[in-house]
């Protein structure tokens, strides 16, 4: 088995976050340095800035937090908000080369307003397949939306290599179809945007299940995603199984994933109590077992 990589973007710097909401609000460099400092320590690739809408002061939040997390850490950050001046602003006072625009959407006034900032700014963008109409409905509508950001990276001389595309992950416990639809897409994308990269909220397909579960189904998650080319991932820097899967590692439970995605014959009783919790979960994300709050318990 090759080895698979992906990037890992740290999404605990986040203004729902009752300590670091406050800290950002009040403009106290502390709390945000810290979280940063521990991001980076977890050994992560990019730390996420997520100030949320910032219809306020979202001009003034995201270039504070941009200069307190890069007079501590050299990572590269992404740049995560709704507001297309918050982001803006922080390109502005990025170090150049460093930012990550996090994300646009694919309706019309946020393309107009947002992605012109990639070429402008010299950064990389993510592109999310939201369309005007909202969630694209299976992987044919993820690879139309897909095209349509390539269209508009063309129109802007944005080269493919720095547009990263996230097809949406979706609640497992909500729609597997939709679940099953992101990894399908995710086989095709080369062949949409040659030489695109790739990117997903990986903790979205956990959301809704219990607290101490939601581990087993993003690390199964990212490990079915990187199977097709999954270039990185926004995930929990604390997570220490997923970083360490993201890395290369864990490569039994790698071949253990793929085998229930292939369909093959797996003897449970020859598994550990870990590979047994995986086998489950993966089970559950491939719509072999309906998704229930006890499926670890077989």
Do not use: H
Request: net charge negative.
């Amino acid at each position: 088995m090759s080895e698979l990589r992906c990037l890992c973007i740290g999404e605990n710097l986040n203004v729902m976050s009752k300590v670091l909401g406050p800290a950002m609000k009040e403009r106290n460099k502390g709390p945000i340095q810290e979280m940063a400092k521990a991001e980076a320590e977890q050994g992560v690739d990019y730390i996420d800035l997520n100030i949320g809408p910032a219809r306020k002061d979202g001009t003034e939040v995201m270039p504070f937090v941009v200069q307190a997390v890069q007079e501590v850490v050299d990572l590269p950050i992404s740049l995560d908000s709704y507001n297309g001046d918050a982001v803006e602003a922080g390109l502005k006072v990025a170090k150049p080369g460093t930012a990550l625009i996090n994300s646009v959407t694919l309706q019309p006034a946020k393309m107009e307003r947002v992605f012109p900032l990639a070429p402008k700014y010299d950064a990389d963008i993510i592109v999310v397949l939201w369309g005007p109409d909202g969630m694209p409905r299976d992987e044919n509508e993820r690879a139309m939306f897909a095209a349509e950001a390539m269209m508009k990276a063309d129109e802007l001389g944005i080269p493919y290599e720095r547009l990263w595309i996230d097809p949406i992950a979706s609640p497992v416990s909500v729609e597997i179809n939709q679940v099953k639809a992101c990894v399908s897409f995710m086989q095709s994308l080369q062949d949409i945007v040659p030489g695109c990269k790739s990117t997903v909220g990986l903790s979205n397909v956990s959301n809704g299940a219990p607290e101490e579960l939601r581990g087993w189904l993003n690390c199964a998650y990212l490990i079915m995603l990187m199977r097709y080319g999954m270039y990185s991932a926004i995930v929990d820097a604390f997570d220490e199984d997923l970083i360490a899967i993201a890395k290369g590692g864990k490569k039994d439970i790698v071949e253990l994933v793929y085998d229930v995605m292939d369909g093959k014959s797996v003897s449970v009783d020859s598994l550990t109590e870990e590979q047994i919790k995986y086998y489950r979960t993966a089970k559950v994300l491939v719509g072999e077992t309906l998704y229930s709050a006890s499926w670890l318990e077989g």
